[in-house]
């Protein structure tokens, strides 16, 4: 069946630093999801990507879809304390309403 | 706003007991979706339906089943709860198969022992 993998599973950097999380379908994807969970929350809705090397930014967050719709990133610039969380990303093959979620990456900042 | 409800935010409850777990959601979605989820292995999905008394299977559907009688409703039932099912439950719902932004309830934490 269809895998997602997020890569690292856990960060920790320092406030101010920049962080990336790295999404890795098996199959190809009709769109791409992100999602942010914080500690003791339930996951939300970040974003959408549906086109082949989609680039998408909200504030300091750049998202992005690989060419072969197989890939994606999510990209933090200047973390903050309040990026703590578990970043998930979620795919959507399209011949389905399935929607698999990613391993998620777990990101921790300190001042 | 989307609201996604769980009927209970703990449980606990002995292996071998039927257990169920209810999800509700107001939005006439069609797409309902049940997830549990574990350190280090994210979300999986356990079972899905995109209308009413459809069902389809996920990713770990076994020891699991679900009912969908009315579109706002959607719930798993754990045949004959074991330990190795302890973990939280997180029910979604999403509009329809051209959009799936998934809106969740606040989680089921379930203890089996």
């Known amino acids: 069946g269809q895998q997602v993998m997020q890569i690292p599973q856990y960060q920790h950097v320092q406030e101010g630093e920049d962080f990336t999380t790295y999404c890795n379908s098996s199959t190809t994807l009709s769109n791409i999801q992100w999602y942010k969970q914080r500690p003791g929350g339930h996951p939300v809705f970040l974003i959408q990507?549906?086109?082949?090397?989609e680039v998408k930014k909200q504030k300091r967050l750049t998202f992005q879809f690989g060419e072969a719709k197989k890939n994606s990133s999510l990209h933090i610039t200047a973390t903050q304390t309040t990026d703590v969380g578990t970043y998930f990303c979620?795919?959507?093959?399209?011949?389905?309403?399935?929607?698999?979620f990613g391993t998620g990456t777990r990101l921790q900042v300190t001042l | 706003d989307v609201k996604v409800t769980q009927s209970s935010r703990y449980l606990v409850k002995r292996t071998g007991e039927k257990v169920f777990l209810e999800c509700v959601q107001d939005m006439d979605h069609e797409n309902m979706f049940w997830y549990r989820q574990d350190p280090g292995l994210g979300l999986r999905l356990i079972y899905f339906?995109?209308?009413?008394?459809?069902?389809e299977k996920g990713d770990i559907p076994e020891g699991y089943s679900v009912s969908r009688e009315k579109k706002e409703r959607f719930s798993l039932i754990l045949e004959s709860a074991s330990t190795n099912q302890t973990s939280m439950y997180l029910c979604?719902?999403?509009?329809?198969?051209?959009?799936?932004?998934?809106?969740f309830g606040q989680g089921t934490r379930l203890t089996v022992v």
């Open positions: 339906s995109y209308d009413v008394k459809m069902k």
């Open positions: 990507l549906v086109k082949s090397g």
């Open positions: 979620a795919g959507d093959t399209g011949t389905a309403s399935k929607l698999t």
């Open positions: 979604a719902s999403s509009l329809t198969r051209g959009n799936t932004e998934a809106f």
